[in-house]
């Protein structure tokens, strides 16, 4: 692949040719076999930061990872496109991982964090803006601003996941088989690292029961 260089638009259609003769030489029935279908074992719900290159940092291959992302990684409640996927990928595909992936120095969280008018981003922002109210006691406890910004990162990453869980796909399909698990990751763009933060969705889960329980009722 090329570099990303300003020019790099203009380079776009001759990579893809680069990139189909590659493929062909290490396997002549690569797209044939491709375009058969997708059993991908993973959901990836992460920013649209163009630093976050969901399929290249996992080392994943094309008809691994349904992938899904937005500013700072948020599963709204009324994100009939988040919503979809969340509905496809557990329901149809049945994804074995629901990942949300957030990253450190996220421009999105940032700007939550920071009181302003930004327009039509103001309601989506606001979404971030209510998870600090949610942890506003640890958040501000915290004196060194980088390290609130980093916290909130990965609280708001912990509440798409709390998010995830309220869906009534999700509460049928675990209930009855287990699967999918759910899983909070944030991407260090700094060390290129992922951070497992190690989300007990299951015992979170027990608690989202009590209120946001949809199982059907018979
Ligand atoms: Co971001």
């Known amino acids: 692949m090329a570099k990303q260089e300003n020019n790099f638009y203009a380079q776009v259609f001759a990579n893809n040719r680069k ?18 279908g997708q059993n991908p074992e993973i959901l990836f719900i992460g920013c649209s930061d163009s630093r976050v290159a969901a399929e290249e940092l996992m080392g994943a291959q094309p008809g691994e990872v349904f992938v899904h992302r937005n500013i700072s990684n948020v599963v709204g409640s009324t994100d009939l496109n988040a919503l979809s996927v969340v509905e496809y990928a557990i329901g149809t595909l049945q994804v074995k991982h629901v990942v949300v992936c957030g990253h450190y120095g996220c421009g999105g969280v940032k700007a939550a964090l920071e009181p302003q008018d930004l327009g039509l981003l103001n309601p989506w922002l606001r979404q971030i803006r209510d998870v600090y109210r949610l942890h506003r006691a640890e958040l501000d406890a915290i004196a060194d601003a980088q390290k609130r910004y980093d916290r909130l990162v990965e609280l708001n990453v912990e509440e798409q996941c709390i998010n995830v869980i309220k869906t009534a796909v999700f509460q049928k399909s675990f209930l009855k088989d287990r699967t999918p698990s759910v899983q909070a990751w944030v991407f260090d763009m700094a060390t290129g690292q992922l951070v497992d933060l190690h989300f007990n969705f299951e015992q979170r889960l027990e608690e989202i029961r009590q209120i946001y329980d949809l199982r059907p009722r018979h």
């Open 19 to 36: 990139w189909i003769a590659d493929k062909l030489a290490g396997d002549k029935d690569y797209f044939k076999r491709l375009a058969l």
